[in-house]
C-alpha cells in the first residue's frame, strides 16, 4: 500500500515543478513584453509625430514577409496563451496550497516575508482586471473619455492621462504592478535555480527591485508628465 502512495506523492511533486516552471516562464515572457511596451511608451515624450510613426511601425514590422500587423497579432497570441498558463498555473497551486491545510488553524503573521509577496495573489487580480480595462481603452475599445479622437493613438494617450481619475487608476495599477514584478522576478529566479547560495539569492532580490522599480517606475512617468502639462497636444 505504500508503494502507490510514493507514487501519488511524486507524481504531485513532479505536478506542482511543472506548475511553477510555467509560471516563471509566462512571467519573464510578460516582463520582456512589459519593458518593450514602457520603451515604447516613452515615445511621447518625443511628440505626436515620433509616437505615431512608432505606433504604426509595430503595424507594418515584418512586412512584406508578414501581412499587415501580421507581428502584432502573433504578439498578442503569445501574450494570450501566455497570460492563460499564468492565471491557470496559478490558481492550480493557490488551490493546491489551500488543500495542503487539511485542519484550519489560525496563522500568525509572517514578519520576514515582504508585502509583495503577501498581496501577490490579489495584486495579480489587479492587474488582470486593469488589463482588460486597458485594452479597452487604448486597444479594442479605444475610449477616449473626453469625447476626443480615438484613431490618433497620440491625442488618445494624451487626451486619457489628462483625466485625473484615469491617471489615478493607471498609477494604482503600476504600483500593483511594480510589487508582482519585485516578488515574481525573485521568484522565477528561485525557480529556474538561480538563487543556490547567499550571493545569488541577494542578486536575485536586486534584480526584482530593478526590474519593479524600472519598468513601474518608467509606465508612471508618461501619465504624471501629461497630468502636470509637460506632455501636451
Known amino acids: ?15 506542482m515543478i511543472t506548475l511553477k516552471i510555467v509560471m516563471a516562464g509566462s512571467g519573464l515572457i510578460f516582463i520582456a513584453f512589459t519593458l518593450l511596451h514602457m520603451y515604447g511608451n516613452l515615445h511621447a515624450f518625443a ?6 510613426e512608432y505606433a504604426e511601425h509595430l503595424r ?15 504578439i498578442r497570441i503569445v501574450l494570450i496563451v501566455s497570460l492563460v498558463a499564468h492565471v491557470y498555473s ?31 495573489r490579489w495584486g495579480g487580480i489587479t492587474l488582470l482586471a486593469f488589463i ?29 492621462f489628462s483625466t485625473w ?27 529556474l535555480g538561480f538563487t543556490t547560495s547567499p550571493v545569488a539569492r541577494k542578486r536575485a532580490k536586486i534584480a526584482g527591485w530593478v526590474v519593479a522599480v524600472v519598468i513601474a517606475g518608467g509606465f508612471s512617468l508618461v501619465p504624471l508628465f501629461t497630468l502636470f502639462g509637460v506632455i501636451t497636444y
Open 1 to 15: 500500500m505504500a508503494t502507490p502512495t510514493l507514487v501519488r506523492g511524486a507524481r504531485a511533486s513532479r505536478s
Open 47 to 52: 511628440g505626436e509625430v515620433a509616437f505615431n
Open 60 to 74: 507594418t514590422l515584418g512586412e512584406p514577409m508578414l501581412p499587415y500587423s501580421g507581428a502584432l497579432w502573433v
Open 90 to 120: 496559478a490558481a492550480k497551486l493557490w488551490r493546491r496550497s489551500n488543500e495542503a491545510r487539511r485542519v484550519k488553524y489560525a496563522v500568525k503573521k509572517n514578519v520576514h516575508s515582504s508585502l509583495s509577496s503577501r498581496t501577490m
Open 132 to 160: 482588460i480595462w486597458h485594452l479597452l481603452n487604448f486597444t479594442i475599445g479605444k475610449v477616449n473619455v473626453t469625447g476626443g479622437e480615438t484613431n490618433n493613438p497620440y491625442q488618445l494617450v494624451v487626451d486619457s
Open 165 to 191: 481619475w484615469l491617471t489615478i487608476i493607471y498609477l494604482i495599477a503600476m504600483a500593483a504592478l511594480g510589487m508582482h514584478l519585485h516578488h515574481g522576478t525573485w521568484s522565477a529566479m528561485q525557480t
